[in-house]
């Protein structure tokens, strides 16, 4: 009689053992999803807004990085119950919540800004590109750092933001010649980062 009553909690241990591995290798779809909507929307977002704001790369990093860190933390203690691996999560929260905060973050800062203000800039030099096929052919400049007077955002301060001082089409390139004046509209973001909300060459 004990035999039977061991053998029988030796099958249903190993039954349960095998359901739950089964569970576990099985795709789970909230995990799939968060994982691809940071790859996709979210990661599509920070490139989008991050073009337009004055914030650098490895600042972008930090915030996804301690994001998915945190994220992690906070499931670390419910793993068994989640019934996933490592690796899934780690990938899920660090990757897939770390890009959408991240996203979701820049994005607010972006949308909610204060009041715009206008920088102009004197012209150090500037060179068009041809070879980008683009007409009118879009142009790179760099901003002199004697000029003069105080400004909202130094004009250093662009060395970080190359793509910033690129300049395309007729709405963005407004001189006739040679640019002489660069004049940069930006405000400051919701978490303090300024964003360029315009850019036109004079």
Same mark, same amino acid.
């Given at each position: 009689?004990? $035999?039977?009553?061991?053998?029988?909690?030796?099958?249903?241990?190993?039954? @349960?053992?095998?359901?739950?591995?089964?569970?576990?290798?099985?795709?789970?779809? %909230?995990?799939?999803?968060?994982?691809?909507?940071?790859?996709?929307?979210?990661? #599509?977002?920070? !490139? @989008?807004?991050?073009?337009?704001?004055?914030?650098?790369?490895?600042?972008?990093?930090?915030? =996804?990085?301690? &994001?998915?860190? *945190?994220?992690? *933390? !906070? $499931?670390?203690?419910?793993? +068994?119950?989640?019934?996933?691996?490592?690796?899934?999560?780690?990938?899920?929260?660090?990757?897939?919540?770390?890009?959408? *905060?991240? =996203?979701?973050?820049?994005?607010?800062?972006?949308?909610? $800004? &204060?009041?715009?203000?206008?920088? *102009?800039?004197?012209?150090?030099? =500037?060179?068009? $590109?041809?070879?980008?096929?683009?007409?009118? !052919? /879009?142009?790179?400049?760099?901003? &002199? +750092?004697?000029?003069?007077? /105080?400004? !909202?955002? /130094?004009?250093?301060?662009?060395?970080?933001?190359?793509?910033?001082?690129?300049?395309?089409? &007729?709405?963005?390139?407004? %001189?006739? #010649?040679?640019?002489?004046?660069?004049?940069?509209?930006? =405000?400051?973001?919701?978490?303090? @980062?300024?964003?360029?909300?315009? +850019?036109?060459?004079?």
């Amino acid at each position: 009689m004990r $035999h039977n009553v061991e053998s029988i909690n030796l099958r249903m241990d190993f039954q @349960y053992y095998s359901r739950m591995q089964k569970d576990k290798e099985d795709v789970n779809m %909230f995990t799939l999803s968060i994982l691809l909507i940071g790859v996709f929307p979210a990661l #599509g977002v920070v !490139f @989008y807004v991050g073009a337009s704001t004055l914030i650098r790369v490895d600042t972008v990093f930090n915030i =996804a990085f301690v &994001s998915g860190a *945190i994220v992690f *933390i !906070f $499931h670390l203690p419910f793993r +068994k119950r989640l019934n996933r691996y490592l690796g899934e999560l780690i990938g899920y929260t660090m990757i897939g919540w770390g890009l959408i *905060i991240t =996203a979701a973050l820049m994005g607010c800062n972006f949308l909610i $800004h &204060s009041k715009p203000v206008a920088d *102009i800039y004197k012209i150090e030099t =500037a060179t068009a $590109h041809p070879e980008d096929r683009e007409l009118p !052919f /879009p142009v790179s400049v760099t901003l &002199s +750092k004697q000029d003069s007077g /105080p400004k !909202f955002v /130094p004009a250093s301060a662009y060395n970080y933001f190359p793509g910033m001082l690129r300049f395309r089409g &007729s709405e963005e390139q407004k %001189f006739e #010649g040679s640019p002489k004046l660069a004049v940069m509209t930006t =405000a400051v973001g919701i978490f303090g @980062y300024r964003i360029l909300l315009s +850019k036109e060459l004079q």
